[in-house]
């Protein structure tokens, strides 16, 4: 399994960016994704997480503004960002959870168990 994100940019603060994320590996409707943001300051972060059944969550400071999605006919998550602020900028990365994870979990790194490398999202 093998995760590739894609979408980073740089932006200016209001404009919209959409991150994806493709899995090159089976199974992949099955898996609980995540998207995490990680500066060089702050610990790793869950930003939204989608499972397989297509249930959402959103961390507080995304929530209204970036909506997660998949399509698992692409072996593809998405993360359509709104409003950007500078306080997004960081590195984005994607996750895969290949076993079911509760949902007071959805936001912890440790319940993931393959990351991509990131995408950098930069918001001036």
């Known amino acids: 399994v093998q995760l590739v994100e894609s979408g980073g940019d740089s932006v200016q603060a209001g404009g919209s960016l959409r991150l994806s994320c493709t899995d090159s590996g089976r199974g992949f409707s099955h898996y609980c994704m995540g998207w995490f943001r990680q500066t060089r300051v702050n610990e790793r972060a869950g930003v939204a997480s989608i499972d397989s059944a297509g249930a959402t969550s959103y961390g507080d400071d995304v929530k209204g503004r970036f909506t997660i999605s998949r399509d698992n006919a692409k072996n593809t998550v998405y993360l359509q960002m709104n409003s950007l602020k500078p306080e997004d900028t960081a590195m984005y990365y994607c996750?895969?959870?290949?076993?079911?994870?509760?949902?007071?979990?959805?936001?912890?790194?440790?319940?993931?168990?393959?990351w991509g490398r990131g995408t950098q999202v930069t918001v001036s």
């Open positions: 996750a895969l959870a290949a076993s079911p994870i509760r949902v007071s979990d959805e936001f912890r790194p440790s319940a993931y168990n393959v």
